[in-house]
Nanobody, 113 residues
Framework: QVRLVESGGGLVQAGGSLRLSCAVS??????MGWFRQAPGKEREFVAT?????VYADSVKGRFTISRDNAKNTVYLQMNSLKPEDTAVYYC???????????WGQGTQVTVSS
């Protein structure tokens, strides 16, 4: 059974940093990603990692996605955080034809102004 567990969310002031972690068990995946959903908005793409990394324009230059294969963990380093980054952040794994197959439960990130 595949399980994704996110951690590292919290409350931070604008301009601050957080590092999210996503620990994967029950499988290994080349394609992994981070998405987020703000209140009243649809879930949106943040970053993915496979043989390359891809970022949403809104986070490019501020966020970095990385992985530790030995720990089967993916990270999202978030710097220069803005209030508009406030959202629940979700980890995803195993990209299929219709998108990512496995999802974590999410971790809340709140950026105060």
């Amino acid at each position: 059974q595949v399980r994704l567990v996110e951690s590292g969310g919290g409350l931070v002031q604008a301009g601050g940093s957080l590092r999210l972690s996503c620990a994967v068990s029950g499988g290994t995946f080349n394609d992994m990603g981070w998405f987020r959903q703000a209140p009243g908005k649809e879930r949106e793409f943040v970053a993915t990692i496979s043989w390359r990394t891809v970022y949403a324009d809104s986070v490019k230059g501020r966020f970095t996605i990385s992985r530790d294969n030995a720990k089967n963990t993916v990270y999202l380093q978030m710097n220069s955080l803005k209030p508009e980054d406030t959202a629940v952040y979700y980890c995803a794994a195993g990209r299929g034809v219709r998108g990512f197959v496995y999802w974590g439960q999410g971790t809340q990130v709140t950026v105060s102004s």
